[in-house]
């Protein structure tokens, strides 16, 4: 299976400093959750079919 990558960039000012951590548990954690199972489920499809 080819290596896949996904890149996150999320710009902000000092005045988001006390959002961050809002914007990670309910934003980033979510999206990486989503697709580690996505990915995780790619790779024993492909090794069921193989």
């Given at each position: ?9 999320v710009?902000?000012?000092?005045a ?32 069921l079919?193989?």
């Amino acid at each position: 299976m080819a290596e896949k990558q996904l890149i996150v960039a999320v710009e902000g000012t000092a005045a988001m400093g006390p959002c961050w951590a809002t914007v990670v548990s309910d934003y980033l954690d979510k999206i990486i959750r989503v697709l580690v199972f996505v990915i995780g489920r790619e790779f024993y499809v492909a090794r069921l079919c193989d």
